[in-house]
């Protein structure tokens, strides 16, 4: 039985519905407060069409809970954990630092704690390239090995959860009681399950696919952005990055290639090791890129205003997927931009407002 914690939002639903598919038994722990109880519901009924069929259970609570994740572990017979729950803003984390690091950092030790006493023998933790701050040009596409200097809060309170993860997990090894631990640190993922199930749904929205689409639905609205026209248009923060089209480059990876890599190092993963993998294409595209997407994808047109650059945004983020590849063979198999959309396209049409549409 592998612990999902997180498992009712975006990534974290995409990441049980693959394991159930696999025939893995999973329990969800999940707040709810950014997570959906419909996603569970949905993969509920995918199980039950299953023969033979895994089990899937969703606690709501806290992962911060120490006795009610000992207790969930326990009754569960818990001996992998994949560890999605967090907030993930990086705006409202300047705004709301302790916040973050009271869900991202206390918390997962608090979770943590509990999978020791619980003896859990593998752990797969979601961080992020926001650790990297802003590397240097010359570090672009960024290896794992490039300096961690966060530049906001979001990115230090996932920088000390890899810390106290890394820390735990030699103590494991020097106690003889050693434990597997993966860090995987995602770029930008986005699409949705290319069957049409499972989609993303954030309130508010801030990814660049998702809101271009919404843009074009005219449904911004409901998922947290402006209603009306004024979420008819889309500002492009910055034309004057030295860049090939003047716009910000970042690296998409689909979100089931990005779960597939989950599974495949869980599954590499031995007792004592500690694995960090960068987890993107290895390319870059252009906010002009992805919109350029979408209007080839969806056939209209996108209503583009051109804004200011916000601080804090590099001109090109990248991963170099390679250490991943030549050590577990993993890398994207869904390298194509407008796939990518595509499957994003085909659920915000059917969902307008998301999980919230009548399923
Ligand atoms: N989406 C991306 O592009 C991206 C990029 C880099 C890293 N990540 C990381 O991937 C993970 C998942 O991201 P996502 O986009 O699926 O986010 P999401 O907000 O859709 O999902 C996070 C889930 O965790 C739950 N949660 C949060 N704090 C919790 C707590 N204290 N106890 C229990 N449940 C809690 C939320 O209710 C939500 O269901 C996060 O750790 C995020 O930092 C995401």
Redesign the pocket.
């Known amino acids: 039985m592998i612990l999902v914690?997180?498992g009712?939002?975006?990534?974290?639903s995409h990441a049980v519905q693959r394991l159930l598919r696999d025939g893995q038994s999973v329990v969800v722990?999940?707040?709810?407060?950014?997570?959906h109880a419909s996603a569970i519901e949905l993969l509920k009924h995918e199980v039950a069409k299953g023969k033979p069929s895994p089990t899937l259970a969703l606690v709501e609570g806290?992962?911060?809970d120490y006795d009610l994740v000992l207790d969930v572990l326990k009754e569960y017979g818990v001996r992998e954990a994949m560890h999605?729950?967090?907030?993930?803003y990086v705006g409202e984390s300047v705004t709301r630092p302790l916040v973050y690091y009271r869900?991202n950092t206390a918390?997962a030790l608090s979770l943590l704690e509990a999978c020791d006493a619980a003896a859990v023998e593998r752990i797969v933790f979601?961080s992020?390239c926001a650790t990297y701050g802003e590397p240097s040009a010359d570090q672009i596409p960024i290896p794992e090995s490039c300096v961690q200097r966060p530049i906001n809060p979001y990115g230090w309170s996932?920088l000390h959860t890899e810390r106290m993860l890394l820390d735990y997990s030699a103590q494991r090894r020097n106690a003889g009681r050693p434990v597997g631990l993966a860090i995987l640190r995602?770029f930008?993922?986005a699409g949705s399950d290319r069957v049409g199930v499972l989609g993303e749904h954030?309130h508010p929205e801030t990814?660049l696919v998702p809101v271009v689409l919404q843009s074009l639905l005219g449904t911004r609205g409901n998922f947290g952005g402006p209603a009306g026209e004024e979420g008819r248009a889309l500002t492009v923060f910055g034309t004057d990055y030295p860049t090939p089209d003047g716009t910000c480059i970042r690296d998409y990876v689909h979100v089931e290639d990005l779960v597939d890599a989950h599974l495949a190092v869980l599954r590499a993963l031995r007792p004592g090791e500690d694995r960090i993998y960068n987890l993107g294409i290895g390319r870059g595209y252009s906010v002009r890129e992805i919109i350029a997407s979408c209007e080839r994808v969806t056939g209209l047109r996108v209503n583009v205003k051109e804004g200011p650059r916000r601080p804090g945004d590099p001109p090109a983020l990248y991963a170099d997927p390679t250490k991943i590849h030549r050590e577990i063979g993993w890398r994207a198999s869904i390298t194509d931009l407008d796939e990518i959309v595509r499957s994003a396209w085909e659920w915000f049409r059917k969902h307008p407002a998301g999980y919230q549409t009548g399923l």
């Open positions: 914690t997180g009712a939002g975006y990534i974290g722990l999940d707040n709810l407060h950014r997570g806290e992962i911060g999605f729950a967090a907030l993930a869900n918390s979601s992020t996932k995602y930008n993922v954030h990814h």
